[in-house]
């Protein structure tokens, strides 16, 4: 039976940007265990960011997207997916993916332009970053409707952008998921740009959440910087959808702390008192001052804390770093099952190229 979504959109917050409660805790929240292991995991999504754009500022990463400012969305929903639900991520979810079990050496790569870096072994179903626009939305779709057809209890979450919603993929996305009930969560991450196109100019619907409401499906809008907010709505989206009662929408909204990737200046569009907000919101913060305020995470708790994220993130950088590089013929093995003869034929040129000078190598080597 299909499931007709009537209600209104609601946006949650329980702890708000000055670190306090303004909404009863639910009974989880009011112990120290969960909310610490956000905090860790969003200190160590953190930490990787900054390392990364320092490799990419050196030479050694290709164009590399930030997650900073949407760690508490990322964090939040990847512990709280279970290992059968599938992940469909676009370029931003790097400690999803590190939570789903990818290594962050292979994240590295990824960036790197290595296509063995998109090995997503760990978790054989989840595919792998999106970068073309809104396009993983459908995708989405097609693997939440294997999941109904085959009657199991699984969820598809798909993560997306603000900017995402304006592409005919999302509605034509919401629209299947409603009509055909999918197990689908979508998570906009509005993180109130698309480079350099500010929400505003966007749309001019009040909230993205609303666009479910076009296709008869729940939305809602949590503050997504506060962990709370965050894990009740996910939980529940992705019980309901294990359930066989539909798909949901949740806009987070958050804000973009970085440039758009490294091969932008924020600068040249976004006023410095709109980032200054930005970080006075910001969810690494707000939950460290929470927790401290519980008396729950001291000084050496964070000293502690720091030095194992870094030691974490210098041996994937130095496993990165160490990785041999692939063959240039590695080009052709990742674009189709069978090779088309013609592109056949240039491997086959591309391989021996190398072939020759390895030899040639080997004979300098040889000779010195
Ligand atoms: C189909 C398509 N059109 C254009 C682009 C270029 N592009 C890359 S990122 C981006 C903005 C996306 O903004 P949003 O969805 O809000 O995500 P954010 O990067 O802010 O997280 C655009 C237009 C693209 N990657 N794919």
Known sequence: MNISYKGQI??????????????????????????????????IARQFDNKAIALQRTGQLGTYASSSGCEAIDVVTASLMSKEDVLVPYYRNHVMQMI??????????????????????????DLPNCVPIATQCLHACGIASAIKIRDQQRATVCMLGDGATSKGDFPEALNVAGVWQLPVV????????????????????????????????????VDGNDVVALHQSVEQALQRARDGKGPTVIEAVSYRLSDHTTADDATRYRPPEALKSGWEKEPI??????????????????????????????EAVDEYLETP????????????????????????IAVSRSQNQGQQQNHKEAQS
């Open 10 to 43: 609601t946006f949650s917050q329980f702890i708000n940007e000055h670190s306090q409660v303004i909404t009863p805790l639910p009974e989880w929240a009011q112990v120290d265990k969960t909310l610490i292991e956000y905090y860790k995991l969003m200190v």
């Open 100 to 125: 789903r079990g990818m290594k962050l050496s292979d994240i590295l790569l990824y960036w790197g332009g290595d296509e063995r870096g998109n090995s997503t072994a760990a978790q054989a179903e």
């Open 186 to 221: 979508f998570i906009i991450n509005n993180n109130q740009w698309a480079i350099s196109v500010p929400r505003s100019l966007q749309s001019i619907a009040p909230t993205l959440a609303q666009k479910a409401l076009g296709a008869g499906i729940r939305g809602e809008q």
């Open 285 to 314: 913060k707000r939950l460290r001052d929470y927790l401290h305020a519980q008396g729950w995470w001291q000084e050496n708790n964070e000293t502690e804390w720091l030095q194992q994220a870094t030691q974490q993130i210098q």
């Open 325 to 348: 590089p692939q063959p240039v013929s590695s080009i052709f093995d990742y674009l189709y099952a069978d090779l088309p003869a013609q592109l056949s034929k240039q491997r086959d």
